[in-house]
């Protein structure tokens, strides 16, 4: 095989320090200029509200929008008009989701810490939540499912959609059409970091959110980061990636399937095998070379494995884990014998599927599980996408007479050895019940 599609092969062991660093940190050296282009479009929504969206438009759109939102009877018209076979799957997929994060529901809880001292602890749905569903490259009405379906599990008051208007000034008909079937409040034609500044701050048409969920660009990503002073986030997210662990019970071809299936997402996309044993490996790097070749969007599958693709060889298992911890991937896809047994060594992964039979895609779609995930190792600390991104918590303590007299000395002396004298002298005036 031809070794020009893959920027990294070879034994995982023998990868030079500079190459491994290169790829566990999946950043462009494009960030520092994408972040300033995009804290300058953010100013400029700030201060002049829907003219710069208008602006926007016409700039990275190509278009002349009418109005930013879309009339709730283009959103159920594209309902009606898309095949009736698409729209059986997003209602499929749509209940699906709707059933995993309703299990995911969290609950209210009270504890006595000693005699007469009650904290309690409530899940409150928020107010507004903003979801971003992306255009461009391909249109993803799967997205505005993840994002919409939860908010109304959780039982969110409003719902916004935005996603980027095609030449006819609307999103695509997939978007408006799964908004409409997923319960959305309100739709915009906004894409890219103008529509995540509108969400954060609120514009003249656009309402101000409490939360921002979805993924997106590099832009749509270093907007979101920018905008935290105001408006929580689900999680930081990049260009798509997959990593998957195989033995020699896997199959080459489909090994380079999922593979292949992240890479056409983005010329960034960040796609790497693990494969025990250099004959499965030289097999796997066979079939990737295969199908590229012939695949659909091949440019961008091309321009990704080129980029970031690697079938690195590993002498056992074993050495798989200390780096699955490492990457902490987007997705984790274990194609192993024994792929349950194996789930119990996996740290730091967005999701895992478990056997070369779950494939990404059916997550991507009809699981149920949320495909919004983190990406480029920030699976180390965050999590993909759930129903708990919103609710925010309310805490409260309630202390009986008895209970504020047996902690008013305590509650005094430790005031006291912080040099807040008159929260001592608030704690001791209980100390008679």
Not at 76 to 97: F, G, K, Q
Not at 393 to 403: D, K, L
Request: hydrophobic share 50%; proline share 6%.
């Amino acid at each position: 095989m031809s070794a020009s599609i893959l920027k990294y092969q070879g034994a995982l062991s023998s990868l030079e320090p500079d190459a491994q660093r290169r790829l566990l940190a999946r950043t462009g050296e494009s960030d520092a200029l994408v972040a300033s282009r995009v804290q300058a479009l953010i100013a400029r929504v700030r201060t002049e509200g829907d003219r710069a969206l208008f602006d926007f438009a016409r700039e990275f759109d190509r278009v002349e929008l009418a109005a930013l939102e879309v009339p709730r009877e283009r959103w159920n018209a594209a309902l009606e008009s898309i095949p009736s076979d698409v729209r059986e799957a997003l209602t499929r997929a749509a209940r699906n989701i709707a059933r995993a994060h309703a299990a995911q529901r969290p609950q209210s809880i009270e504890v006595e810490t000693e005699p007469g001292v009650i904290v309690g602890r409530r899940p409150d749905p928020l107010s507004r939540v903003g979801v971003y569903a992306p255009g461009g490259r391909a249109v993803y009405p799967s997205s505005v499912l993840m994002g919409v379906v939860p908010a109304k599990v959780a039982g969110v008051g409003e719902i916004t959609v935005c996603s980027p208007p095609g030449p006819d000034g609307l999103p695509g008909a997939g978007v408006l059409a799964a908004a409409a079937l997923a319960g959305a409040d309100r739709v915009f034609a906004l894409g890219g970091a103008g529509a995540v500044a509108a969400l954060a701050y609120g514009t003249q048409s656009v309402p101000r959110v409490d939360r921002i969920v979805g993924p997106g660009n590099a832009y749509v990503a270093a907007a979101k980061l920018q905008v935290v002073d105001a408006v929580a986030i689900d999680a930081p997210a990049g260009p798509s990636e997959i990593l998957v662990v195989a033995d020699a019970s896997a199959r080459p071809d489909a090994v380079a399937r999922e593979l292949l299936a992240q890479a056409e997402h983005d010329p960034e996309a960040c796609c790497v095998a693990l494969v025990v044993g250099a004959p499965l490996a030289q097999a796997v790097r066979d079939a990737v070379e295969q199908q590229a070749r012939i695949a659909r969007r091949g440019d961008i599958v091309l321009s990704a494995l080129g980029s970031r693709g690697a079938v690195l060889r590993i002498d056992s298992l074993e050495e798989a884990w200390p780096f699955v911890a490492e990457f902490a991937p987007e997705h984790l896809l274990l194609a192993t014998a024994k792929p349950s047994e194996d789930l119990a060594r996996v740290r730091n992964a967005g999701t895992v599927f478990v056997g070369q039979r779950a494939s990404v895609a059916f997550g991507d779609y009809l699981t149920g599980a949320n495909h919004v995930l983190p990406t480029a190792g920030l699976a180390r600390a965050y999590s993909g996408l759930s129903v708990l991104d919103f609710y925010r918590w309310t805490t409260w303590q309630r202390v009986t007479p008895e209970a504020a007299a047996a902690m008013a000395d305590d509650v005094g002396t430790l005031a006291d050895s912080e040099g807040l004298f008159a929260h001592a002298a608030a704690a001791r005036a209980w100390r008679v019940p």
